[in-house]
């Protein structure tokens, strides 16, 4: 047999590989940003509730809405557009989660004083840490490759 001078070339070429649904790394990232913000919540929550004799209901009230929106609703926002596979979401929690982290050595106060409070600085910063990790690392960073994930 002769080949044909006129056939296209031909080359071997790789399956390429697209997601079957989302990576269990970005579901389990997904949930510990959200123990995060409630563990961070409820220490908050309760932190403020101690502090009720020094100030009157409302004022407590004004800074308890106040932190949840500053606190609490960009993250939550992050770990949804995370978990729809944005790129600019992991990396935009990798940098406030770094700020969060280096921060405390730069400003005093920030730092929690009790022991209570520490504990829960640490759990935070741990699971933000495991999370932002799991988004970087293994499958789950294939999540976030332009056009190849499935939601």
Request: hydrophobic share 55%; net charge positive; proline share 8%.
């Amino acid at each position: 047999m002769t080949t044909n001078p006129y056939a296209p070339p031909c080359a071997p070429v790789a399956d390429v590989f697209i997601p079957q649904g989302k990576p269990a790394q970005i579901v389990l990232a997904v949930r510990l940003i959200w123990a995060s913000l409630a563990v961070g919540s409820a220490y908050f929550v309760a932190a403020s509730l101690m502090t009720r004799d020094v100030l009157s209901v409302g004022p407590l009230i004004a800074g308890l809405l106040l932190g949840f929106s500053i606190g609490v609703l960009p993250p939550l926002f992050l770990a949804y557009k995370i978990d729809q596979g944005r790129n600019w979401a992991r990396i935009t929690l990798l940098v406030l989660v770094g700020v969060g982290l280096i921060l405390p050595f730069f400003v005093a106060g920030i730092v929690p004083t009790t022991l209570s409070g520490r504990v829960v600085f640490g759990l935070e910063s741990l699971m933000q840490i495991t999370a932002i990790a799991l988004t970087f690392i293994g499958p789950g960073r294939h999540w976030f490759q332009h056009g190849t994930h499935v939601t």
